[in-house]
């Protein structure tokens, strides 16, 4: 009989997985935000959850990472956008003119 096995991760590495410490999975898992574990060992060996457990979870983190590097792209983007507001000027256009608060049009 063929039995079909399944890869058990740790908390190490499924925190390493999620991007944060182990510390803060922990937190997660005491507080029920994360599903419980699939496998109990003995005292003191840990927990252990599938890969179809954790497969979401992975999901979500990468998704999370790759939205924080587009809000951080997106705010280096947009630095300029705002400063004809920061000389002062009354608007864009005034800005491009060169008439702010700063400076006297004739």
Known sequence: ??????????????????????????????????????VVLRKRQGFRWTQATVAPWIEWAQMRTAARAQVKALKEASKGTWAWRD???????AFAAGQTRYTQSA
Do not use: V
């Open 1 to 38: 009989m063929k039995t079909a096995t399944t890869e058990l991760l740790d908390a190490n590495a499924i925190a390493d997985a999620l991007g944060m410490h182990l510390t803060d999975f922990r937190k997660l898992c005491q507080h029920g935000e994360f599903p419980s574990p699939d």
């Open 87 to 93: 000389a002062g000027a009354a608007s864009p256009a």
